[in-house]
């Protein structure tokens, strides 16, 4: 009897995932537990082994699609035997695999069953927009688009987001009156707009020598997540300096010692110790913003972004770092960036952060404006540690010119949680807590 292969749940709150890539094609033997696709989730790549040893009889999910866990993947069976015994074509997709074309990430609070049956306004007949992406109910719910308005070209008729986009393209080039009016949804206004204001779409560049480098999951799930991060909340950045010459001192005083435990004590996690004090000082920029109102949390989630080189960008989490001291975040630090460079993650460990730090200085960086990791309130950009000319004062209040390890703070934070004068005061006590360590 053919086996199913599943798509897992690879987290706790983890319910789907991008299949980056089948590790065996078509007709090919699988032993038990050989590895058999790779699924990604949050930017973590994960390898899903073979649940029984056999033939791949089919593959049902092409690579770069979306699929909720539970979902029917493939089949695996002896040779000769039939895929899917007893349940037509036809009616798997329905059956086993509500999945989305559009590799977007979706909001934590989507929900993910969305069956309605309607006649739309434009005369298409009755049809069962079955599952909805939550990509897809993101971009209707920002235009005050009814889903029963646009015709679906994906499987089944399910609406994709390439679906909507057309629709929405099609819609802002018709006439005024010629638009739908849905029933109770307000239409939005259209402005008028004069030939010197009319915007002009930016089309990419076409040399002959071009090339194109195919998106990976991992770039299109930044991609996402920064536009929509820009549009969610209005960012503000502010910078302030401060001198590391007793941070300096104290590591070059205990690196040898953490070292004879293992641990590389880096520059990474005083700064990591700095900001969870300050939040916990300064508790409203450990929040998130809700209509209800802002959700202060009283456990800090700190994440650690962290480069993967061309492969993109990734934000490994220290849970409660608040209870850590020095040797514990720094041990994390280098737990986290070490499994995160060998694509060892857990799809759970780049999950609930609730505060961000960015050390953009490793690469020489001054400073910069981080973008926001989405629903938190703020982030820490660390610049690189430069050893500079400064004004000094001694207790008698005579100035002095002296050299020492500076570097740049920047705090990019969402305006609607923090006003500037809160911000500067959190991004003060970082200063204070790193100047004075």
Same mark, same amino acid.
């Given at each position: ?31 038990? %537990? ?373 570097? %740049? ?29």
């Amino acid at each position: 009897m053919p086996k199913q292969v599943l798509m897992p749940q690879l987290g706790e709150s983890v319910i789907e995932g991008t299949l980056t890539k089948w590790l065996k094609a078509k007709g090919d033997h699988v032993d038990e %537990y050989e590895p058999l696709l790779e699924i990604n989730t949050d930017k973590v790549d994960t390898e899903v082994p073979s649940p029984a040893a056999g033939i791949l009889l089919d593959i049902l999910i092409p690579e770069g699609t979306v699929v909720r866990a539970g979902s029917i993947l493939a089949w695996i069976g002896e040779l000769g035997e039939s895929a899917e015994p007893g349940i037509p074509a036809s009616l798997h997709a329905a059956q086993a695999g509500q999945f989305m074309s559009s590799a977007a990430p979706a909001p934590e609070n989507a929900l993910l069953n969305t069956s309605l049956v309607a006649e739309s306004s434009s005369g298409m007949q009755p049809s069962d927009l079955g599952f909805i992406s939550p990509v897809v109910r993101r971009i209707a719910q920002e235009n005050n688009l009814d889903l029963r308005q646009v015709p679906g070209s994906g499987l089944g008729g399910r609406i994709t987001k390439q679906d909507v986009l057309a629709y929405l393209e099609s819609r802002s080039m018709a006439p005024v009156s010629e638009q739908p009016v849905v029933q109770g949804v307000r239409k939005p206004e259209i402005p008028v707009l004069d030939a010197q204001s009319t915007p002009t779409p930016f089309l990419p560049i076409s040399l002959p020598d071009d090339e194109i480098v195919p998106l990976t999951a991992v770039r299109r799930m930044i991609a996402e997540h920064m536009v929509f991060s820009e549009r969610t909340s209005p960012h503000v950045t502010t910078v302030m300096e401060t001198d590391l010459s007793r941070v300096v001192t104290h590591r070059q005083a205990n690196k040898d010692a953490f070292a004879r435990d293992g641990i590389n004590l880096t520059f990474t996690a005083y700064f990591v110790a700095a900001a969870t004090s300050a939040l916990i000082t300064y508790p409203i920029v450990n929040s998130s913003w809700s209509e209800k109102g802002v959700i202060i949390h009283h456990t800090v989630n700190m994440g650690i972004a962290t480069s993967l080189g061309e492969a993109g960008l990734i934000v490994p989490v220290i849970r409660s770092a608040e209870s850590l001291s020095l040797l514990g975040l720094a041990r994390s630090v280098n737990d986290l960036a070490e499994r995160a460079r060998k694509r060892q993650l857990k799809p759970d460990e780049v999950k609930g952060g609730t505060f961000t730090i960015t050390n953009h200085g490793i690469t020489g960086s001054l400073f910069a404006a981080p973008i926001i990791n989405q629903p938190q309130c703020a982030i820490l950009g660390v610049g690189a540690i430069q050893k500079r000319v400064v004004v000094v004062s001694d207790a008698a209040g005579n100035d002095a010119l002296a050299i020492r390890p500076m570097v %740049y703070l920047s705090l990019t934070f969402d305006h609607r949680i923090l006003d500037g004068a809160m911000a500067d005061m959190f991004l003060g006590e970082v200063v204070k807590s790193l100047a004075n360590w």
